[in-house]
């Protein structure tokens, strides 16, 4: 499943069946996992958003996310989040992807993950340009733990740029 493909699912109570809210973003850590949901709905000066942390989820598809209880939803400091998918001030989104040596593989478009692998992050979606999506279409590099998430780009080791056309090339035929 995509990142991408859940923002704007609706989030509901379990115990009450109530809607809750909808996702505007995820908040991520450096180990490559999900931590939890921001949902929409934040103040237009508000220094705070109502987050739900990974574990406060029951369950998730494609339709819907449901959690606990309305006691789930807490406000969390935006500066307290130190990484998330598409808004917040350090975002993976557009992020560029760079070998150790110096190699630009293109900037991330989204990001996925597997419900049986619960809230790891199993790869990146990477984008080289309009053009070259639409002449050899985007990328996908499988996460390792050498992968590391920088300030303002993903250093990922060398020999990726290879592993990145060997998933191409099984995925494509």
């Avoid at 990001?111 to 790891?120: C, H, K, P």
């Amino acid at each position: 499943m995509k990142l991408q493909e859940m923002i704007g699912l609706a989030v509901f109570d379990v115990e009450n069946g109530k809607e809750i809210g909808k996702i505007h973003d995820f908040i991520l850590d450096e180990n490559w996992l999900i931590t939890g949901l921001e949902l929409d709905g934040k103040a237009l000066f508000s220094t705070h958003v109502k987050s739900v942390s990974w574990e406060d989820i029951v369950a998730y598809g494609e339709d819907a996310v449901m959690i606990r209880n309305q006691e789930a939803v807490r406000k969390l400091g935006a500066n307290d989040i130190p990484l998330t998918y598409l808004l917040g001030k350090r975002k993976l989104k557009e992020m560029q992807v760079l070998t150790e040596d110096g190699i630009l593989l293109g900037r991330i478009s989204d990001v996925y993950f597997e419900q049986e692998q619960g809230n790891t992050i199993l790869g990146l979606e990477i984008s080289d340009g309009f053009v070259s999506d639409l002449i050899e279409g985007r990328k996908w590099l499988p996460c390792t733990a050498e992968m590391a998430i920088g300030e303002s780009a993903v250093m990922v080791p060398p020999m990726s740029e290879q592993r990145l056309e060997k998933a191409i090339n099984s995925v494509n035929g």
